[in-house]
């Protein structure tokens, strides 16, 4: 159109010279060139200006990331030094006893598979009432995680080893119980209907049905609390506090399940505690099953500080089966474990008779 008026105003000039030399053609298509080589420029400028936009939103971006990160380490720093496991003992045993106060209004599935359990062997018996289990973690152990996820509320609860989700059920009752707007990641590839399920703990816990390998891109990028009771071997458990610990939080609690019974585990243990980076207690729990002298075993960590990954390479049992190893009671890791394990048994006669609920004192 515009190249047709030009060649026209053109051509209206040259005619009284007795000329016409411009073709409508010709001109449309410059004017066309033209017109396309403009808007070229102005989307190279528009790209241009978009490149500039993102690069100061990215720059932006990592400014607060780094604001972000530094208010996180400040507040972990001070919450890392309101929380001590050894201040804290008789307060951590005095709430799991009293989490059987609760009894009236704890999760019916828990109830129904805890009147199936033995006090003293730790076990719990199956449907036929004849056969004893020990796949879930005993009374005592849940009712400790039960108290320290009271005390510590943590948002972000992480378990290796889900079973029937005994302890995943535990950590969501005390959520509810506390009103802490947590979640519990639960992993484990066997798959079981699980405890949680049809119960108002439901909607506080995810299962990821995997190995624990394979899930680190499902969870949340800091972690809370994190409970490692999957296989205690010394690979897995060395290879899951590789993967996991460093997404632990400054403050964080690590709990780690069946610590006195399977050596395998000491290695892992002696190289979180020579780390320096944690504070850590071993509560002697009454599981008595396959054990020698000592219960069970739970060892709590809270992690004082970020550093170097746990390498527990140097402490690998060589040429020694468990047994030989746990019944070593010389090495290291038992002095250990025998001079700072604190027993840990609940009163059941009391958790039986008494009905009071805890007060908000407690939580
Ligand atoms: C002791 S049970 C867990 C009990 C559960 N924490 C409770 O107290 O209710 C151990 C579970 O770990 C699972 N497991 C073994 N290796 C695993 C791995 N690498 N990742 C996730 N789960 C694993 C097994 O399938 C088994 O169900």
């Known amino acids: 159109m515009l190249g047709s008026a030009i060649a026209v105003a053109i051509n209206a000039a ?13 001109i449309e298509a410059l004017v066309g060139v033209h017109q396309q080589a403009n808007s070229a420029d102005s989307s190279r400028i528009d790209l241009e200006s978009k490149r500039l936009e993102i690069e100061s939103l990215r720059s932006t971006l990592d400014h607060l990331r780094q604001i972000i990160r530094e208010r996180n380490d400040r507040i972990n720093e001070h919450e890392s030094t309101i929380i001590s496991l050894q201040d804290n003992v008789a307060r951590i045993q005095d709430i799991a006893q009293k989490a059987t106060e609760y009894d009236k209004r704890l999760n019916p599935n828990l109830l ?6 033995v006090f003293g062997t730790g ?9 004893h289990t020990f796949t879930n973690m005993e009374l005592e152990s849940a009712r400790l995680l039960y108290s320290l996820v009271l005390l510590g509320r943590p948002r972000v609860v992480v378990e290796t080893g889900t079973h029937q989700g005994y302890s995943a059920t535990y950590a969501a009752q005390a959520m509810i119980d506390a009103k802490i707007a947590g979640h519990v990641w639960t992993i484990d590839p066997y798959d079981s209907s699980h405890l949680w399920e049809n ?3 439901a909607r506080y816990v995810t299962w990821l049905q995997d190995i624990s390998f394979n899930v680190m891109d499902q969870l949340p990028e800091v972690i809370d609390f994190l409970v490692l009771d999957s296989e205690h071997s010394f690979d897995t458990l060395s290879r899951e506090v590789e993967m996991y610990e460093p997404r632990l939080r400054i403050g964080g609690t690590m709990f780690l399940h069946d610590t006195l019974v399977f050596p395998e585990m000491s290695p892992v243990i002696l190289a979180l505690r020579d780390s320096g980076r944690f504070e850590m207690i071993t509560f002697d729990t009454p599981r008595t099953y396959r054990m020698i002298g000592k219960g069970c075993g739970v060892t709590v960590l809270i992690k004082k500080r970020s550093g170097d990954p746990v390498n527990s390479e140097p402490y690998r049992i060589r040429n020694q089966t468990p047994r030989e ?3 070593n009671r010389n090495d290291d890791f038992s002095k250990m474990v025998l001079s700072n394990s604190v027993p840990f048994h609940l009163d059941t006669n009391i958790a039986i008779s008494t009905m009071s609920n805890l007060t908000t004192d407690d939580v």
């Not at 129904?112 to 359990?117: A, D, F, I, K, S």
């Not at 076990?123 to 056969?131: A, G, I």
């Open 14 to 26: 040259l005619k009284p010279l007795g000329l016409q030399i411009v073709r409508r053609q010709t």
């Open 112 to 117: 129904e598979v805890e009147e199936r359990y």
């Open 123 to 131: 076990s719990f018996l199956e449907r036929d009432l004849h056969t």
């Open 199 to 201: 119960t108002n703990a």
């Open 325 to 327: 190893y746990f019944a």
